[in-house]
């Protein structure tokens, strides 16, 4: 039988970062600056799942076993 699997890890709380940072609209209410002629929303939304993609990768490199 193998032993159970515990999920508890203080790196999980790592996750909620890319969920909470575009929950707040002050962020990018705005057009100015622009990238490269892009409005801040659109460059911005994609620096978002940037975030999300580094945010996941460290929680899983740091949460798999070492077998």
């Known amino acids: ?4 699997r515990s999920d508890r890890s203080p790196w ?5 970062i890319p969920i909470a ?3 707040i609209p ?4 705005t057009v100015e600056p ?6 801040l ?3 911005l939304q ?5 975030l999300g993609v580094t945010a996941t990768t460290v929680v899983y490199r ?4 070492r077998r």
């Open 34 to 39: 622009r990238l490269f002629g892009i409005p």
């Open 26 to 29: 002050a962020l990018y209410n």
């Open 62 to 65: 740091m949460t798999r076993s």
């Open 1 to 4: 039988m193998a032993a159970p």
């Open 21 to 23: 940072i575009p929950l």
């Open 46 to 50: 994609l620096a978002f799942i940037l």
């Open 41 to 43: 929303f659109y460059w």
């Open 12 to 16: 999980n709380w790592l996750l909620l």
